[in-house]
C-alpha cells in the first residue's frame, strides 16, 4: 500500500490501479491492512463500518461482517489519529463519501 500521507491514521483506500477497497490502520507511518472489497463495482454504493474493542478490528460491508483485525499498531499519538477515504492518483474509479461517523465511548 502507498503511504496515506499520515503519520496515525484509520482509513479505507483504494490505490493506484487497484480494483479493491482496503482497510489500513497504523502508527509512525507503520500500516496494517485487510482487503475489504475485490474487485468493486463502478456506480456502486457501498457501506463501510469498523468497531475497534481494545484488540480487535471488526469491519463490515453493507452491514454484513467482512473480518476481523488484530493490528500491530494502533494510532495513540496525543492529537489522535486521522480517519480517511483514499483513493491512487492513478485509480480509474472515483472513490466519493457521503458521511463520516465516528463514535468514541468513555
Given amino acids: 500500500m502507498t503511504a496515506p500521507d499520515a503519520d496515525d491514521g484509520v482509513g479505507w483506500y483504494s490505490g493506484d490501479a487497484d480494483a479493491n477497497i482496503n482497510f489500513v490502520v497504523g502508527e509512525n507511518d507503520v500500516y496494517d491492512t485487510q482487503v475489504l472489497i475485490t474487485t468493486y463495482v463502478t456506480a456502486t454504493w457501498y457501506k463501510v463500518s469498523m468497531y ?8 463490515w460491508v453493507n452491514d454484513t461482517t467482512s473480518g476481523k483485525l488484530t493490528p500491530d499498531q494502533i494510532p495513540v499519538s496525543v492529537i489522535g489519529p486521522m480517519f480517511f477515504f483514499k483513493s491512487g492518483e492513478a485509480a480509474v474509479q472515483s472513490l466519493l463519501v457521503d458521511y463520516l461517523f465516528v463514535a468514541a465511548e468513555r
Fill in 52 to 59: 475497534y474493542d481494545g484488540t480487535d478490528i471488526y469491519l
